[in-house]
């Protein structure tokens, strides 16, 4: 008899192709993967014999579902809600939901798959999930917001709990948002329990959680200039976006004495020679999570320079902190960034460097921190909120913060366990791939064909 066994990488990247027509976001993050894996377990039939890439990158479970929500206007409007639990090997499905037009089926199933990577890579007992819909929060008032959140989540609290599923935000869904989905699944199920993370302080949030992916991305660039006995001090730095993470990752790089030149949001970017301050970022938090304002203001107010439509990559810069959406650093991109000098990025956005980015950054062996092991803070403090909320207690905010150091470094550990090549360049990627790989797999053995 002949036994189906996964050996080949291209006869696995056909199956998936296949078997998920279309999905090209999704086949990029599994393909990001399983160049590293089939490598690895070559010599290591059992995980072979098991099929474990093949269970790992068919989900568990893909749920859908309509969203109908009444606008001020009194229109009837409807948009496609998801969930996708895509592996609960280790601990309760985890992870965040996105509102942006273009979410589709294939850009949550390569945040669940990658995140399933990340949250092993923390240490902590999550599996990987994403969520989302196609709504647009742009432009609408609060109360929009409200109803859109009541309804999306009278569908989802169905498959969510404390134990099963906990959803967090991403991007278009911030504080504001988890407010409302709490509130709705409270309502539903007469319950207070930490079905949500990112929630606020009022009720039941972690101190840090705001912070944690910025910070977290910085943490681990220092790491890595660390590890060449470097640091970020001095050093120009070109960031991307101008919510949550960017902001974060700015206000982190500043207090190490980087200097942040641009700040960017789907309009374009700033370019501020003088660099961006606490002051000048403190006005970037107001205009983007209370004013919802467009960047450009930015530029207006403080007389930086304003680039319409583009993004910062032009900008000379020793360090890239990508932190706006997935695929915005191209193949040219990432050729402009190096021969301006560029000596690291970390990757603050989910999947923001494209195959042909990593290629180049790769081939010209620069600093290349990885999404699944960058921004790894912020999930990692989601975890800890969800323990917190187990044991009803509050931890104080310098504990947190502690905590999201360590484990930035301990990640930053695994992938030198697993990444350092001969002659001491470290590949981060095949690091993070191997080392989120190991611990789920593992866990997927103990539980036989399930
Ligand atoms: P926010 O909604 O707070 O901010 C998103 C930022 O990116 C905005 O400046 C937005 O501009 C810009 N942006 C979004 N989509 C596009 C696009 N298609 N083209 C150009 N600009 C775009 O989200 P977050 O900061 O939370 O998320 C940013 C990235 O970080 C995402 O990849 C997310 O998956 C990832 N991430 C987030 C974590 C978190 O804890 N929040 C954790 C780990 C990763 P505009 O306002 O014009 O839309
Ligand atoms: O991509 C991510 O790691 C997040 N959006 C955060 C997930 C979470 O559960 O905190």
């Given at each position: 008899m002949n036994k189906k066994t996964s050996t080949n990488f291209d006869i696995f990247m056909a199956w998936l192709i296949r078997t998920n027509p279309g999905q090209k976001e999704f086949h990029q993050a599994v393909r990001e993967v399983a160049e590293h894996i089939f490598p690895y377990i070559e010599d290591k039939p059992v995980y072979q014999e098991m099929r474990i890439m093949e269970r790992l990158s068919e989900p568990d479970r893909v749920i859908s579902f309509r969203v109908c929500w009444e606008d001020k206007d009194g229109n009837i409007n409807i948009n496609r809600g998801y969930r996708i639990q895509n592996n609960n090997a280790i601990g309760p499905y985890k992870g965040g939901v996105r509102f942006h037009p273009s979410v589709n089926l294939s850009i949550l199933k390569f945040l669940a798959f990658e995140q399933t990577f990340k949250n092993s890579l923390t240490g902590l007992p999550m599996g990987g999930a994403k969520g989302g819909s196609d709504f647009n929060p742009k432009g609408k008032t609060d109360r929009e917001v409200m109803r859109f959140c009541q309804a999306f989540m009278s569908e989802l609290a169905a498959h969510i709990g404390h134990d099963k599923d906990v959803p967090a935000g991403d991007i278009g869904v911030g504080p504001r948002e988890i407010g409302y989905l709490f509130g709705q699944y409270k309502r539903l199920t007469h319950e207070f329990t930490g079905v949500l993370t990112g929630k606020g302080m009022e009720y039941g949030g972690s101190h840090g959680r705001i912070e944690a992916t910025g910070y977290g991305t910085v943490y681990f660039l220092e790491d890595m200039l660390k590890h060449q006995g470097k640091s970020p001090k001095g050093k120009t730095c070109v960031i991307s976006g101008s919510g949550n993470v960017a902001q974060y990752a700015c206000e982190k790089a500043i207090q190490l004495g980087a200097k942040v030149v641009t700040l960017s949001d789907s309009n374009g970017f700033i370019y501020d020679k003088d660099g961006v301050t606490q002051e000048k970022l403190e006005f970037v938090k107001e205009l983007k999570?209370?004013?919802?304002?467009?960047?450009?203001d930015y530029a207006k107010k403080f007389g930086a320079e304003f680039y319409q439509?583009?993004?910062?990559?032009?900008v000379p810069c020793d360090i890239a902190l990508p932190c706006a959406t997935q695929n915005e650093i191209s193949g040219d991109e990432a050729k402009t960034l190096l021969k301006n000098g560029l000596i690291a990025v970390s990757e603050g956005a989910n999947m923001p460097t494209s195959l042909e980015g990593i290629r180049t950054f790769q081939k010209a062996k620069i600093l290349f921190a990885p999404s699944k092991a960058a921004n790894a803070g912020g999930v990692a403090i989601s975890g800890l909120e969800m323990s917190q909320n187990r044991a009803r207690l509050t931890w104080k905010a310098e504990e947190l913060q502690k905590h999201l150091r360590r484990i930035m470094t301990e990640v930053h550990s695994k992938c030198l366990k697993y990444g350092e090549e001969k002659g001491g360049h470290v590949n981060y990627l095949k690091g993070a791939n191997i080392g989120g790989f190991k611990k789920v797999a593992d866990a997927m053995l103990a539980y036989g064909v399930v």
């Open positions: 999570e209370v004013k919802r304002g467009r960047i450009s439509g583009k993004r910062p990559w032009g």
